[in-house]
Structures are given as structure tokens and as C-alpha cells.
């Protein structure tokens, strides 16, 4: 994209001491929604997580998406017929985390992660999807917040505080570090994310007419879903997963997490929440890995399989599900960025030749930009290049990724929500 698609304006507010940001802008996306008659509760759907439910993809990789054949169907929701980002005219979202300060207003771009932004994460795609399969206005609440794990930050109140395994010990002790003072450390930690996304819940459920002016108190509200989408922190941490390479290396996150749905649906008072788990899929398939990935291949299937175990208890049968976020990878780029890495000792020597005095820089980039001229082809190098934002970490800041993904959420949420209802009608 040559120009940012969406000019945001934003109105900050307070209430009660809070700031607020308000989110508006010029196209509004209509849908079928049935306002004449008796009134639904209206549905509420919670999305948490760490930095991937932040979302990292700029909106600057939508145009990418028309060369990705399984994100570019998406576009004809996400755009106007203006290609502008659309504003939902019947899908509110309250969001922490993602800013500084809280923001609100009708879903649109910008409720990923502000920094470097406009972004999205999976609320937006999310919403969009799931409001054209429910056909009524629904208000959505997410917190998440970068480089959170589940093992402390989001620790469930219903499981034992956070012990130090003998191994963490024993390094603390050769590094000399005070034990007792890490103690402390973590028991002040932990939970306490999880303990601000309840709260947050709660204070938005509290008065909903503060961030959907539309609603109707007399109408109620159906907390109808919850979605999880989180895992970097934990999978990377040798210290609380010593053995996270091995068969049941994760089998902890497996408890913490299944605890966690329990103590959600407990003190949001909704015993049978219909909950999603994203399955945390950065890197694609392990079983499509290269060679630079081999070394990751065991740790990461042993996290995602740790990741899906709660969907496949029996208590949670019917109310959870797990998706598998690594179906949406861009492989496409992968094989550009292999194709690319036959031309980087070229590109190398005239960056040396560069430094050294020997070329200048403008003949150069303009050598390079001939190497991979000569070496794509037009689509490809505009796929290797504008649907790429972010590190791979970040699901490489792709919306061809994040938007299939939020989709997903949707589907697979919209299948627990009629299963739900069917329970209870036929209750």
C-alpha cells in the first residue's frame, strides 16, 4: 500500500478517572441484524492472550492478501467497496492491553497493537465473521498483553502458588541471587493478569451502555464465549519447562490451563463458557519445519499437543475446542524466503564492496533491487515483501495469517454457541 487505508480519529474521554479511547472512522460495514421485535440478550465474547491476541499484523499487508489464495476471500468483509477497512456498525469491542489506555467503540482496524500501528489482531475478522453467522449485535472484550505467561502472569487462582523447580534453584544459588527475594517475586506476580482480565470483564459487563450506546438494559446479556490465544512465554521458558522437549514436557501448561477454564467459567459465574484455545502455530506445520527449524521441531509439537490437551477432556466435551492456528502459516513466503537466501552472498559482497569504499551505496541498492528483480518475479516479490510487518513470532505481522485465524476463532466459536443453545433448549 502506498498510504495507510484508514485515517483514524480518536476521541479521549474519562469516566470515573479512566481514560478512554474511542475509535472512529469514515466506512461503516451494515449488517442483517435483527433490531424489530423482541430483543436477544445480547451475546458478549472475551478474547485474552499475550502478544498474538494483541495482534501485530499492519494494515499495510491487507493488499498482500489478494496474492494468498486462502486470505484473499476474506477481503470482500474486511473492505467497503471503497477499499477502506470496515467500521462494524453492530459489533462494540472494549479493549485493554493492546494501548496505554483503554479503547472502545465499534470494531474496526487499530484494536491490534498500537505501537507502529494501525493493526489488528483476530478480534477483528473475528467479530466480522461471527456477527454474520449469529445475525445480532454483539460486544466484544479483550485484554491481552505482550510477554505474559500462563505459569505466572495469568496463573489461575484455583491452583498452588508458583514453586521453583530444583533445577531454577540450583542456578540461582551459582549465580548467588537472593532465593527468598525471587520468592517474593513471583508469589507478587502471579495471577495478576488474570486477575486484571476478570476485573476488566466485570467493570465493562458492569455498564455496558458505556462502551455499546445501542444496548438495552432490559435486555440482558448472554456471556456466550471466551477465547485463548497465548503461549509464546511459556514455550520458551527452560526454566519452568526443563524438560519441554520430551513427551509430556508441557504436561504442566496442560494443568495450568485447563484449571484456568474452570476458574474463568467460576468467576464469570457461567459454568458451561464455550472456550476456544488458539493452539499457538508460528513456524507452520512442524512436519513441513526446514532445516533451521529442526532444532525447534520437538519443542514446539510438544507445546502445541500441551496447548490442546484440555479440549480433549471429558469434562470440558462440547465447550472447548482447540484451533489449530500453524494451518494458517504463510508457506508461500517461507519458499520466498528460501529462494531468497540463494542470492544473499551476492548481496553480501556488494555490501561489503559498500563499506569498503569500492561501490557506492546508490549503485548498490541499485544492484540489489536488479538481483531480486532478476531472481522474482513482480507477485512474488511483492508477496516477499508487503505481507511481511513483523518478526515470525509475531505470525511474520501478516494479515494473510491473523485474519484466517480470526476467522477461524469465529467458526469454530459459532459451532460451540449453537451447540450451547441446543443443550439448553433441549434442557
Known amino acids: 500500500?502506498?498510504?495507510?487505508?484508514?485515517?483514524?480519529?480518536?476521541?479521549?474521554?474519562?469516566?470515573?478517572?479512566?481514560m478512554l479511547l474511542a475509535i472512529v472512522g469514515p466506512a461503516l460495514c451494515f449488517f442483517d441484524a435483527v433490531h424489530a421485535g423482541e430483543r436477544?440478550?445480547?451475546?458478549?465474547?472475551?478474547?485474552?492472550?499475550?502478544s498474538n491476541m494483541q495482534?501485530?499484523?499492519?494494515?499495510?499487508?491487507?493488499d498482500a492478501m489478494r496474492?494468498?489464495?486462502?486470505?484473499?476471500?476474506?477481503?470482500?468483509?474486511m473492505l467497503d467497496a471503497d477499499g477502506e477497512p470496515v467500521?462494524?456498525?453492530?459489533?462494540?469491542i472494549s479493549s485493554i492491553g493492546s494501548s496505554e489506555i483503554e479503547q472502545h467503540g465499534r470494531l474496526t482496524i487499530g484494536y491490534g497493537a498500537e505501537r507502529g500501528g494501525p493493526k489488528i489482531g483476530p478480534e477483528f475478522t473475528f467479530?466480522?465473521?461471527?456477527?454474520?453467522?449469529?445475525?445480532?449485535?454483539?460486544?466484544?472484550i479483550k485484554t491481552a498483553w505482550g510477554g505474559k505467561s500462563l505459569n505466572t502472569d495469568f496463573r489461575p487462582p484455583g491452583v498452588e502458588p508458583y514453586q521453583f523447580n530444583e533445577q531454577q534453584l540450583e542456578l540461582f544459588q551459582r549465580q548467588d541471587k537472593d532465593i527468598e527475594e525471587l520468592k517474593t517475586a513471583k508469589r507478587a506476580a502471579s495471577g495478576q493478569y488474570y486477575q486484571q482480565m476478570i476485573e476488566h470483564v466485570q467493570y465493562v459487563l458492569k455498564d455496558i451502555r458505556r462502551v455499546y450506546p445501542d444496548y438495552d438494559p432490559e435486555q440482558g446479556y448472554d456471556l456466550a464465549?471466551?477465547?485463548?490465544?497465548q503461549g509464546w512465554n511459556d514455550m520458551v521458558d527452560r526454566g519452568t519447562y526443563p524438560n519441554r522437549d520430551q513427551p509430556g514436557g508441557y504436561a504442566e501448561y496442560s494443568r495450568l490451563l485447563a484449571q484456568f477454564i474452570r476458574d474463568v467459567r467460576t468467576d464469570l459465574q457461567t459454568p458451561e463458557l464455550p472456550v476456544v484455545i488458539g493452539v499457538l502455530g508460528v513456524g507452520g506445520p512442524t512436519e513441513l519445519y526446514g532445516p533451521d527449524q529442526q532444532r525447534y521441531r520437538s519443542t514446539h509439537q510438544e507445546f502445541r499437543q500441551a496447548m490442546a490437551a484440555p479440549a480433549k477432556m471429558d469434562e470440558f466435551d462440547q465447550t472447548v475446542v482447540a484451533v489449530l492456528t500453524e494451518r494458517y502459516w504463510d508457506q508461500e513466503v517461507v519458499r520466498l524466503r528460501q529462494k531468497e537466501k540463494t542470492i544473499k552472498p551476492r548481496i553480501d559482497e556488494l555490501k561489503t564492496q559498500t563499506k569498503a569504499?569500492?561501490?557506492s551505496r546508490q549503485a548498490s541498492l541499485q544492484a540489489i533491487e536488479s538481483l531480486y528483480k532478476n531472481t522474482f518475479s513482480e507477485e512474488e516479490l511483492t508477496r516477499l515483501r508487503e505481507s511481511v510487518s513483523n518478526g515470525d513470532y509475531h505470525y511474520m505481522g501478516s494479515a494473510s495469517i491473523l485474519a484466517p485465524i480470526g476467522k477461524a476463532f469465529a467458526d469454530a466459536m459459532a459451532t460451540l454457541v449453537t451447540k450451547s443453545q441446543s443443550s439448553t433448549k433441549s434442557n
Not at 127 to 140: A, D, N, R, S
Open 1 to 18: 500500500m502506498s498510504r495507510t487505508p484508514f485515517h483514524r480519529s480518536a476521541n479521549v474521554i474519562r469516566r470515573g478517572g479512566l
Open 40 to 50: 436477544k440478550p445480547l451475546k458478549v465474547f472475551v478474547l485474552a492472550g499475550q
Open 55 to 62: 495482534g501485530h499484523a499492519h494494515v499495510r499487508t491487507f
Open 67 to 77: 496474492l494468498n489464495d486462502q486470505a484473499a476471500p476474506l477481503l470482500e468483509k
Open 87 to 92: 467500521v462494524c456498525q453492530d459489533v462494540w
Open 127 to 140: 467479530g466480522i465473521y461471527l456477527h454474520q453467522t449469529l445475525k445480532e449485535p454483539i460486544l466484544l
Open 225 to 229: 464465549g471466551f477465547v485463548w490465544f
Open 357 to 359: 569504499g569500492d561501490l
